[in-house]
Nanobody, 117 residues
């Protein structure tokens, strides 16, 4: 099974940028659809962005035009570039991998993103 490790979180002022990375190991990365989710205190985990095994992307409406998801299959890594950050983007961000052929889902431990106003 795949193991996922997120990095790149931190504290940033509103309007700033961060880039999250998720390094995968333990299986063939290109067999997985990859996604970023987030969970704010007291709220349910929500999908932020996904990139398929073929590279197509999809975003939740509130981050369209600000966030960009990408993957580098040679580096077994998926990224989330976050620009024009807002306080409401504050959450723990989780990396998710879904193996296309089985539908099995795997999670990283998360990385905290805090946006101050």
């Amino acid at each position: 099974q795949v193991q996922l490790v997120e990095s790149g979180g931190g504290l940033v002022r509103a309007g700033g940028s961060l880039r999250l990375s998720c390094a995968a190991s333990g299986d063939i990365f290109s067999l997985y659809a990859m996604g970023w989710y987030r969970q704010a205190p007291g709220k349910q985990r929500e999908l932020v962005a996904v990139v398929s095994s073929s590279g197509s992307t999809n975003y939740r409406d509130s981050v369209k035009g600000r966030f960009t998801i990408s993957r580098d299959n040679a580096k077994n890594t998926v990224y989330l570039q976050m620009n024009s950050l807002k306080p409401e983007d504050t959450a723990v961000y989780y990396c998710n991998a879904v193996k296309v052929v089985t539908g099995l889902s795997y999670w990283g431990r998360g990385t905290q993103v805090t946006v101050s106003s």
